[in-house]
């Protein structure tokens, strides 16, 4: 079992006697000496003094694989931490936390309704949320000025995308939900050109006017896997190897790529060429975007790894014949 925010142990005490491990994780130096008192001859019960969201996303975490969460999450930090656990490689069997009221009616929230946003899908499209019910504030001491809700969220037994493709849903969900009044189309346009995003919606049949809140999760994710089709066909391939090539021929209307021999490409760094238009979105400091074809000339931008020593570039022909082409190469990065 994992604990995360113990306070005086009350919660700790059922969990010992229920389960063969507990994890506990306190932020609160006063706590944790109040707790290493109560529980000073339990084998069972591992303390950790930490902020529990430092904890989560450090390194040496255990694999969360078989674990169950059961928590009075702290208000404050309860949302991060369910996501950051949700989003984990191998995230927990089971979570059973009391939060806010609101936000428990965030994460149970149906298509359509005035609560369903990031929150509701970055959880659903990982878990299923199950029972769930209110806390009087009286239950507390002292009381607290917000309602309080428990809810049961239980893993999917087989997840609806995995690595790539998760990636490329919670990117088109924050999109989507960036300017919640907007259509979405018109915010995802930043990120993908118009007409493949027009065949997407209408192979899911999305309303092209639609807005964020009234696309359901299959939908969202629907495109982020047909995103990735095109990014691939596009010659885009996001891949987790040690190193990325990409072979380009093409017209200015057309571009194919193919994943080549790193002894038979170039590999660059330093600064883009002379005379050569480019075009490049920097996502984060791990992560980068290519796209674009500009009056016949093809151009890559990429930003390496905040550990890469440098930016790496890519080396392209300045022509716009048939025959052109271009290789990148960068160091181990993660993906978008």
Not at 91 to 104: D, G, R, S, T, Y
Request: with cysteine; net charge positive.
């Amino acid at each position: 079992m994992l604990e995360v925010g113990p306070g005086l142990g009350s919660l700790t005490e059922q969990l010992i006697v229920n389960s063969g491990r507990v994890l506990a994780i306190e932020k609160d130096s006063r706590l944790v000496a109040c707790l290493r008192k109560r529980f000073e001859d339990e084998p069972k019960l591992e303390l950790v003094h930490d902020d529990a969201l430092v904890y989560l996303r450090g390194a040496g975490v255990p694999v969360w694989h078989g674990w169950k969460l059961v928590a009075n999450l702290p208000y404050s930090v309860g949302t991060p931490i369910l996501v950051e656990l949700a989003m984990a490689s191998e995230p927990p069997e089971v979570m059973v936390v009391m939060l806010q009221l609101e936000v428990v009616n965030r994460i149970r929230a149906a298509v359509g309704s005035g609560d369903y946003g990031v929150l509701s899908l970055m959880l659903q499209v990982g878990y299923v949320p199950t029972n769930w019910f209110k806390v009087p504030a009286t239950c507390f001491f002292p009381q607290p000025d917000v309602a309080s809700a428990c809810v049961a969220l239980r893993r999917r037994r087989e997840p609806l995308l995995k690595g790539l493709d998760f990636k490329r849903f919670v990117r088109v969900v924050k999109l989507g939900f960036g300017q919640r009044r907007k259509v979405m189309l018109k915010l995802l346009k930043t990120q993908w050109p118009e007409k493949t995003l027009v065949e997407c919606f209408e192979f899911l049949e999305i309303d092209s006017q639609a807005r964020a809140e009234s696309v359901s999760l299959d939908q969202f994710v629907g495109l982020a896997q047909r995103l990735r089709k095109v990014e691939t066909r596009n010659g885009v391939e996001w891949c987790g190897r040690d190193f990325w090539w990409s072979e380009w021929a093409g017209r200015s209307d057309r571009a194919a790529a193919s994943i080549g021999n790193p002894s038979s490409q170039t590999q660059a760094s330093g600064g883009p060429p002379l005379g050569l238009q480019w075009y490049g979105i920097v996502v984060s400091a791990e992560a980068f975007v290519v796209k674009g074809l500009f009056s016949g000339k093809m151009g890559l931008f990429g930003l390496g790894p905040s550990g890469s020593g440098g930016r790496l570039w890519c080396v392209c022909s300045s022509g716009s014949s048939g025959g052109d082409w271009f290789g990148f190469g960068c160091r181990p990065w993660e993906a978008l």
